[in-house]
């Protein structure tokens, strides 16, 4: 696993776009770069992942800078049930969780 | 679908005695599952990989003869505690990668064990 660096943590008001950061500079060519999210007491929750091209899916969308060093994870229109500990993991195989971003939803 | 289940979903026990926790794939197939622990305020430390039909691997500074992992089936691996004591308490957390895409891993709900 690539080791990651992400905010502690970031707040946003609710409706507005969230744009969580993560660097990745020691990336490989095989790691994809994931993106889970916890509540408290509850198992993560997959959120997005993606190689090289942007991805949106139906909760996210993540972009992948074109060196791949570093991407972001945009929540469009943020809501209260988006607070959560945000994971960005680059890897291939099994899952190194870091400490991830405490993203805090303000109403 | 990807959807993972754990039994039980919290689990009391006395110093001592031993604890089976259940992880299930519920709609795919899983030829890997992940074990991790979680201490409060804390992230999800890996604790093994579990392959089915063969030994799980573990993550350095893992006892494996304190943390048991049978993987009998594709749907199926199961994590013993034995002779837990209080500080083996924590948040258990289990991860299955879908046979078919490999990137994909979804996890289940967690265990939550506390030993008096």
């Known amino acids: 696993d690539a080791k990651t660096t992400q905010p502690n943590s970031m707040e946003s008001n609710e409706e507005e776009p969230v744009h969580l950061p993560c660097n990745h500079s020691t990336i490989s060519g095989t790691d994809y770069i994931h993106w889970y999210r916890q509540l408290p007491s509850q198992g993560p929750e997959y959120v997005i992942h993606?190689?090289?091209s942007n991805v949106n899916n139906r909760m996210a969308s993540l972009a992948i800078a074109e060196d791949r060093k570093s991407s972001t994870l945009i929540l469009h229109r943020a809501t209260l049930r988006d607070a959560a500990v945000y994971y960005c993991l680059a890897a291939w195989g099994k899952l190194t969780f870091g400490q991830g971003t405490i993203l805090t939803v303000h109403p | 679908g990807a959807v993972v289940s754990q039994h039980p979903s919290w689990v009391i026990c006395k110093s001592g005695t031993s604890v089976k926790i259940e992880c299930r794939s519920l709609d795919f197939q899983a030829t890997t599952m992940f074990w991790y622990r979680q201490f409060p305020k804390q992230s999800l430390m890996l604790m093994a990989t579990s392959n089915e039909g063969s030994k799980a691997t573990y993550e350095q500074g893992v006892e494996k003869d304190k943390f048991l992992i049978n993987h009998a089936s594709l749907t199926l691996s199961t994590l013993t505690v034995t002779s837990a004591h209080p500080e083996d308490s924590s948040f258990y957390i289990c991860?299955?990668?879908?046979?078919?895409?490999?990137?994909?891993?979804?996890f289940g709900p967690g265990t939550r064990l506390t030993v008096l």
């Open positions: 993606g190689l090289t």
């Open positions: 991860s299955a990668r879908d046979l078919l895409a490999y990137n994909e891993q979804f």
